[in-house]
């Protein structure tokens, strides 16, 4: 989740048991323009960084811009009929999204769409 949180632009980050002295520092270090991650949370940063070194990606991460917006309608709720309306496209290019979304994501039925992350 933090993860998400530094994509979107987050400049600090800290677990919820955090104490009043780091909370003091990451305050400090945001201030001056840094970015903060509670020590626990690093350890997942540099583990991301090293697994796209390596070349490894997630499955969202290998989603095009257009599968995502129709993952996200999908999660949503919305029928192929206004999925399609809301995209400008057909709805036999949805199912075809959709069918390309639970080949990358491996899942099975549509309702696994709607819980994927």
């Given at each position: 989740m933090f993860l998400r949180a530094l994509r979107a632009g987050a400049k600090g980050y800290l677990l919820k048991g955090a104490r009043i002295s780091e909370l003091?520092?990451?305050v400090t270090a945001v201030a001056r323009g840094e970015t903060y991650l509670s020590p626990a949370a690093?350890?997942?940063v540099v583990d991301d960084v090293v697994r796209r070194a390596n070349g490894?990606?997630?499955?969202l991460e290998r989603l095009t811009a257009r599968?995502?917006?129709v993952l996200q309608l999908i999660a949503e709720g919305r029928t192929r009929k206004q999925i399609a309306q809301a995209l400008k496209i057909s709805a036999k290019?949805?199912?075809t999204f959709r069918a390309?979304?639970?080949e990358v994501l491996d899942i099975h039925d549509?309702?696994?769409l709607v819980?994927?992350?």
């Open positions: 003091e520092l990451a690093s350890v997942h490894e990606t997630t499955p599968q995502r917006q290019t949805v199912d390309q979304l639970m549509v309702a696994g819980r994927s992350p």
